[in-house]
């Protein structure tokens, strides 16, 4: 067994030692990151059919900015409504992203691909700048008074623009009728414990027709040697591991994710799956990991788009 995760978990225990609202959660520190994902997002959108224009959109644990959110505002969005467990962005760092992106979108920059971000999903056939993003959408992303609405919307000033900034979002996440016409997420449902109450969160705060699109992690993000290292531990080892972070891994299968997305009144309208082979014997596996299938014992990632039909 890994000692250091266990080490590092319990460290978080020791008074003044671990406030996580002083640490940074990863990318979206990064303007061309945000775009990335978005722009990723969107792509995965228009090869599946679907709209690529929404009205108001949930970004669902958007980390250090709401870039994403700023993405989808710059795109056509009115509303955008960020869902997080622990506050990490703040209106400075997302004044400089917003301006970041205005300028990616302006030049038509091609979309980072897995050179600069090789751990972000979806992968794209084409990295060009997205031909569906027309002059007419461009012109009015970069309008110098739309970004300056979003400025004023950013520095909560009333006006046509809205964001709204939810944390903890399960606790005061305003489900305001008729819901948002988008839910996107990159690698942040990994980190939810209860799955099951999550998507059905998120179910009631869509429209109906309304449609989500996730990127969830299966791996230990780095925490082991191995990529599947996290499911070494048993349940009482786990919370050691875990100590006072506010989440960590939840060791879910992807199976489980898609049978609360249906169970939640979504119907699955498209998944794709990176799979790479398992370094633990299965036999060796603590008892609740033992009965995962082939495929999901297999799965790194998995992408799935869903839409609200109840």
Not at 23 to 44: D, E, K
Not at 153 to 182: D, F, K, N, T
Not at 199 to 209: K, Q, V, Y
């Amino acid at each position: 067994m890994e000692m250091m995760p266990l080490l590092r978990g319990m460290g978080t225990c020791v008074p003044g030692l671990y406030n996580p609202e002083k640490r940074q959660t990863g990318g979206s520190v990064s303007a061309r990151y945000c775009y990335s994902v978005f722009l990723r997002h969107l792509c995965l959108l228009h090869s599946s059919g679907l709209p690529t224009c929404y009205d108001s959109i949930g970004e669902l644990g958007p980390g250090d900015t709401i870039g994403s959110s700023l993405m989808g505002l710059l795109l056509g969005a009115d509303r955008v409504e960020a869902l997080d467990v622990v506050r990490y962005a703040n209106d400075a760092r997302n004044a400089r992203i917003l301006a970041d992106l205005v300028e990616l979108l302006r030049e038509r920059a091609p979309i980072p691909d897995e050179r600069e971000f090789p751990e972000v999903y979806p992968r794209l056939p084409d990295y060009g700048f997205p031909s569906f993003l027309d002059d007419r959408i461009l012109s009015a992303a970069t309008n110098p008074e739309r970004v300056a609405s979003i400025e004023a919307a950013l520095r909560g000033e009333p006006g046509g623009i809205g964001i709204h900034y939810y944390v903890p979002w399960q606790e005061c996440w305003a489900r305001a009728s008729p819901g948002v016409a988008l839910v996107i997420s990159q690698a942040a449902l990994e980190h939810v414990e209860d799955i099951e109450g999550v998507h059905r969160s998120l179910a009631a705060g869509l429209r109906i027709g309304g449609l989500v699109s996730h990127v969830i992690d299966f791996k230990s993000h780095d925490m082991t040697a191995n990529w599947d290292g996290h499911l070494q531990y048993g349940n009482l080892t786990w919370r050691l591991v875990k100590g006072r972070r506010p989440y960590l891994l939840n060791r879910r299968p992807p199976a489980d994710h898609l049978r609360a997305m249906q169970a939640s009144g979504f119907e699955i309208v498209r998944t794709w799956r990176a799979i790479v082979p398992p370094t633990l014997p299965r036999s060796g596996l603590p008892p609740r990991f033992r009965a995962w299938s082939d495929e999901d014992r297999s799965t790194t990632t998995m992408v799935v788009v869903g839409r609200r039909i109840r």
